[in-house]
């Protein structure tokens, strides 16, 4: 069986992207949807995402990590669908689509730049050395010294699969305040077990739990990735965080076809 597919980028977060309209795509194969992310014996990426007919909205997001399992939502991989969406007509510059945690709006411009819709954010937990959030995804934020010299694998995977999480874990970030609208982002992706050059969901969170612990009393925050760069706009209702957006390129980089 042959499977045409397309590759996706949103700054290096890297996505397979295939159009399951039809609904032909074996969903439930955790190792070809493994082995079809695998840098050295597949197409090789962070995530696979498939779009697929909803009756309510225009489509319906349904995002893999590449360890092969269904996970919750990634930022990025919805900015690239979008963008996806875009380029097979399914949509034009506006867009309202389904993923894992809900309902989600975008646009989409003539420069590939999508700004997406996140979910509101209602707690924000504030602890001594981190705080927790989740932005589609549960994220854990960590201001350090160094983040360029951070050994963020290690020091992710042991706060990841430590005690404070459990067996569920956690994706884990690493930030550096350049000025009060500037953070630099590193991030650990549960699913991925590595650092990525982006995580769209962590750069969310990293600007709310930036506002919220203090950090910045900004509401539109640019946050650098390795990447490249991601803007988070919000508004803030006491401790609830509304209209939040996610903005950023997310990019074409080519298409084929894959025996499988």
Same mark, same amino acid.
């Given at each position: 069986m042959q499977i045409e597919f397309y590759k996706y980028q949103g700054t290096g977060n890297d996505f397979v992207m295939i159009d399951n309209r039809s609904g032909f795509f074996p969903k439930e194969d955790v190792k070809l &949807?493994? #082995?079809l992310c695998n840098r050295r014996f597949g197409i090789g990426a962070d995530g696979l =995402? $498939? $779009?697929e007919n909803d009756a309510e909205?225009? %489509? #319906?997001?349904?995002y893999y990590n590449s360890d092969g399992n269904e996970s919750s939502m990634c930022g990025n991989g919805g900015r690239c669908l979008v963008a996806f969406a875009n380029q097979l007509g399914v949509i034009e510059h506006k867009t309202t689509f389904i993923a894992t945690d809900g309902l *989600?709006?975008?646009? &989409?411009?003539d420069n590939s730049i999508v700004s997406l819709q996140m =979910? !509101? +954010?209602v707690e924000v937990q504030?602890? !001594?050395?981190?705080? %927790? $959030?989740?932005t589609g995804s549960p994220h *854990? +934020?960590? =201001?350090?010294d160094d983040l360029e010299h951070y050994n963020v694998k290690e020091n992710g995977a042991a706060i990841r699969y430590g005690s404070l999480y459990g067996q569920k874990g956690s994706n884990i970030n690493f930030v550096k305040k350049v000025n009060d609208a500037e953070f630099s982002l590193r991030t650990y992706e549960r699913g991925v077990e590595d650092e990525t050059l982006a995580c769209g969901t962590g750069a969310t969170a990293v600007a709310i739990a930036m506002n919220a612990t203090g950090q910045t009393d900004k509401t539109s925050i640019d946050i650098n990735v390795e990447g490249g760069k991601l803007a988070v706009s919000f508004d803030k209702l006491g401790e609830h965080f509304t209209n939040v957006f996610l903005i950023g390129p997310a990019k074409f980089v080519f298409k084929g076809i894959i025996e499988i």
């Open positions: &949807v493994e #082995r =995402i $498939l $779009l909205t225009d %489509f #319906r997001m349904v *989600h709006y975008a646009t &989409v411009n =979910i !509101d +954010v504030k602890k !001594d050395s981190y705080t %927790f $959030l989740n *854990h +934020v960590q =201001i350090v």
